[in-house]
């Protein structure tokens, strides 16, 4: 009896879109804390504490980026395509909108980036690390998860993650065999995310079956306000826990520098 009750629920189209939203969010969170039990002891193991704190550290320092860039948007623009699903029309307008307006913050993000990677000097010792790990924003730009949550298909954006573990993970193993293949970690994380980004943007403008249009400037404006206090309210909330990492990779770094101790910075 309790057997055929539960086959009549799921057979609901909507109780079946929610267990099917529910068992591909718990395939996620497998992928994020299983994974990295498997990869971090054998990075830490083969690249050395200092190394791996040196990439901690620059992954740090591109959250603040990832904030800006992704703007709420998983929050804001999640409920303006929920509210209009049913209209090909908005929907079309309002992707157009958010992913140009992510294009937008990206590009104002890269230009601070070079900026301060040219002019502070940790960052511009160790260029390349962080410029491998700031391309991973370029993925987050293109996968519109905002669009998979609002058309309630949180399923994608499970598989599609889960696919960028699995390929970290493995690649891991594979190119990362010496102290000298550390910039491997944070090249084959940005590469992960972009391939993902891209195959999730097609796959999204497939569902959206509509052309997308370059919008004009003060949609990209309202898109900025509209979702304002939501993304004031990620900042506060992600700002601590970025920043523990941040602030103690600057001071050991400077600490270094002025002699006052010798140690490896593991900031994991």
Not at 64 to 90: C, P, Q
Not at 253 to 266: D, F, P, S, V, W
Request: charged share 15%.
């Amino acid at each position: 009896m309790n057997l055929a009750k539960l086959k009549n629920i799921i057979s609901n189209s909507e109780h079946k879109i929610l267990f099917t939203n529910v068992l591909s969010l718990s395939i996620l969170q497998f992928g994020n804390y299983i994974l990295p039990l498997i990869t971090i002891p054998y990075i830490v193991r083969v690249i050395g504490p200092d190394k791996f704190g040196l990439i901690s550290f620059a992954q740090a320092f591109t959250t603040y980026f990832t904030l800006v860039v992704n703007y709420g948007f998983d929050l804001s623009a999640t409920r303006e395509i929920s509210a209009n699903r049913n209209n090909k029309d908005a929907l079309a307008r309002i992707y157009s909108n958010v992913l140009f307006t992510k294009v937008f913050l990206f590009a104002i993000c890269t230009i601070t980036f070079l900026l301060l990677i040219s002019l502070i000097p940790i960052f511009k010792e160790n260029f390349l690390i962080f410029v491998l790990s700031y391309l991973i924003i370029l993925g987050y730009v293109l996968f519109p998860t905002w669009f998979f949550q609002g058309i309630e298909k949180i399923y994608i954006s499970s598989i599609f993650n889960f696919f960028i573990k699995l390929v970290f993970t493995l690649g891991i193993f594979i190119f990362v065999r010496k102290k000298e293949d550390f910039f491997f970690v944070p090249f084959l994380m940005s590469l992960g995310q972009i391939i993902a980004g891209f195959f999730g943007l097609l796959y999204s403008l497939k569902l959206l079956n509509k052309k997308v249009n370059l919008p004009k400037l003060n949609e990209i404006f309202y898109e900025l306000k509209n979702s304002f206090t939501v993304f004031i309210s990620l900042v506060f909330i992600n700002f601590y826990t970025v920043s523990n990492t941040f602030i103690l990779g600057f001071f050991l770094h400077h600490m270094k520098m002025l002699g006052i101790l010798r140690l490896e910075a593991n900031l994991f």
